[in-house]
């Protein structure tokens, strides 16, 4: 099948943001626009005339760290080689940068056929809001200087980010905040409105302590019964254990996979992932 593959305009992305919302994908409510000015250059899409059958995602943060996410072909399209065609797209836009995926279990093999190795599991947890509030100690993190909090956030992804996290902070429908203390920022957090409820992410923190406290701080910020979710790496035991304490239960998971080597991250210090489908 001839397919022409192409940089997708933002309003064709928006097409592809609601073909993921129809695969039951949780969108944030405001992921399109953050998502696409991040990397405008890098979403991609397989035409066949002029109907959009299939698209991809490959952010280039960094010269050495990409990411491959929203990997769609419409069902009727599925089966034709546009996958396939999409993929090496995005591989040859990212080049040779170290790529991760998120990616469903079921193809894992197929990401490994492709030279990606499981670096860990990523459990997605689900709970509801309830009376508990914010705790002292918590800022606004739109009032920290950016590249305080810019330098902290680096700590916990492969790559700066700087364009994504300053629009991400100051989402109309998401708040972030960070604990500070005398040696500085010691966590950080966003929770944003999603097609579903709320999703928490990310969730960085120096202690579990801190960790929770904005945990606390952010299902707090919400309306009480509401549901909201917390992407957690498995390998972290402090996460899981915070999960746990809070009544949440695990909905879903996804390997994280990188093409060359997995980043030398701390990860008892990530509780929260920031999202699937761009890191």
Same mark, same amino acid.
């Given at each position: 099948? &001839?397919?022409?593959?192409?940089?997708?305009?933002?309003?064709? $992305?928006?097409?592809?943001?609601?073909?993921?919302?129809?695969?039951?994908?949780?969108?944030?409510?405001? &992921?399109?626009?953050? $998502?696409?000015?991040?990397?405008?250059?890098?979403?991609?899409?397989?035409? *066949? /005339?002029?109907?959009?059958?299939?698209?991809?995602?490959?952010?280039?943060?960094?010269?050495?760290? /990409? %990411?491959? /996410? %929203? $990997?769609?072909?419409?069902?009727? =399209?599925?089966?034709?080689?546009?996958?396939?065609?999409?993929?090496?797209?995005? $591989?040859?836009?990212?080049?040779?940068?170290? *790529? !991760?995926?998120?990616?469903?279990?079921?193809?894992?093999?197929?990401?490994?056929?492709?030279?990606?190795?499981?670096?860990?599991?990523?459990?997605?947890?689900?709970?509801?809001? &309830?009376?508990?509030?914010?705790?002292?100690?918590?800022?606004?993190?739109?009032?920290?200087?950016?590249?305080?909090?810019?330098?902290?956030?680096?700590?916990?992804?492969?790559?700066?980010?700087?364009?994504?996290?300053?629009?991400?902070?100051?989402?109309?429908? !998401?708040?972030?905040?960070?604990?500070?203390g005398k040696n500085g920022i010691s966590g950080f957090g966003t929770i944003r409105r999603c097609r579903k409820g709320y999703k928490i992410g990310p969730l960085f923190? &120096?202690?579990?302590?801190?960790?929770?406290?904005?945990?606390?701080?952010?299902?707090?910020?919400?309306?009480?019964?509401?549901? %909201? =979710?917390?992407?957690?790496?498995?390998?972290?035991? %402090?996460?899981?254990?915070?999960?746990?304490?809070?009544?949440?239960?695990?909905?879903?998971?996804?390997?994280?996979? =990188?093409?060359?080597?997995?980043?030398?991250?701390?990860?008892?210090?990530? =509780?929260?992932?920031t999202t699937f489908e761009l890191g």
């Open positions: 099948m &001839d397919a022409k593959i192409r940089t997708l305009s933002f309003n064709e $992305f928006q097409l592809v943001i609601e073909w993921a919302v129809a695969e039951g994908w949780n969108i944030g409510q405001c &992921d399109a626009g953050i $998502f696409h000015a991040t990397d405008p250059q890098g979403f991609f899409g397989a035409f *066949i /005339g002029e109907e959009l059958a299939g698209a991809i995602s490959a952010t280039a943060y960094s010269a050495d760290f /990409g %990411f491959i /996410g %929203f $990997f769609i072909v419409k069902p009727e =399209y599925r089966g034709h080689m546009l996958g396939p065609a999409l993929g090496i797209k995005a $591989f040859d836009y990212l080049g040779a940068r170290n *790529i !991760g995926v998120d990616g469903v279990e079921a193809k894992e093999k197929h990401y490994e056929s492709h030279g990606f190795k499981l670096a860990y599991n990523n459990v997605r947890f689900e709970g509801m809001a &309830d009376d508990e509030a914010c705790l002292e100690g918590m800022m606004d993190a739109a009032e920290i200087p950016f590249n305080e909090l810019a330098a902290y956030d680096r700590r916990f992804f492969p790559a700066p980010r700087h364009a994504f996290l300053s629009l991400w902070i100051n989402q109309p429908e !998401g708040f972030s905040v960070a604990a500070c923190a &120096d202690d579990p302590q801190t960790a929770e406290k904005i945990f606390v701080c952010l299902t707090a910020k919400i309306p009480k019964g509401e549901y %909201f =979710y917390l992407d957690v790496p498995s390998v972290n035991q %402090f996460a899981n254990a915070m999960a746990k304490k809070h009544k949440l239960r695990p909905v879903f998971q996804t390997a994280r996979m =990188y093409n060359r080597i997995s980043p030398a991250l701390p990860m008892d210090n990530i =509780y929260g992932v």
